[in-house]
């Protein structure tokens, strides 16, 4: 089975389009690609639109992302790191967290993740205002 790329998304995948919340994240679409009752991970695209981020959080599962586009920031702990194409970027349990594009250009990220996986915690923005531009 192929599941074709159409316009901004995929055949067959409904966008999920996150409702802003300024302050936590904003302008994040996501696409569900793979998730089954067969097999324990899920598969996920995040397209983050230019100035978007994702919201600070941590929790239990770990995730593995790897950026199919863009560039952007990542917060580990509290220190950010510039992304790009091809670059992985693994979050460890509990490891403080946040994604956000450059104001020029969308960052599109594929995310893998355990189907079980515990609920995120959110983390008080102090440590993340909405990240500027390098
Ligand atoms: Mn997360």
């Known amino acids: ?7 901004p998304g995929w055949d067959g995948v409904p966008i999920d389009l996150y409702k802003n919340e300024p302050g936590t994240w904003q ?4 696409h569900i690609l793979f ?5 324990a991970f899920e598969t996920r695209c995040f397209e983050l639109a230019p100035g978007g ?14 950026v199919l586009s863009g560039c952007g ?17 693994i979050v ?13 250009e ?4 594929l995310c893998i993740v355990n189907r079980d996986r515990d609920r995120p915690v959110p983390i008080e923005n ?3 205002p909405r990240p500027s531009n390098h």
């Open 1 to 7: 089975m192929i599941v074709r790329k159409s316009g």
């Open 27 to 30: 302008d994040v679409s996501r």
């Open 73 to 89: 920031k990542v917060l580990l702990d509290d220190q950010w790191h510039l992304i790009g194409p091809e670059d992985v970027v």
């Open 106 to 109: 969308s960052l599109r990220i």
């Open 35 to 39: 998730s089954t009752g067969n097999s």
């Open 53 to 66: 981020y994702s919201s600070h959080e941590k929790h239990e599962h770990e995730h593995c992302v790897v």
């Open 126 to 128: 102090s440590l993340a």
């Open 92 to 104: 460890e349990p509990w490891q403080p967290h946040q994604f956000a594009a450059t104001e020029g």
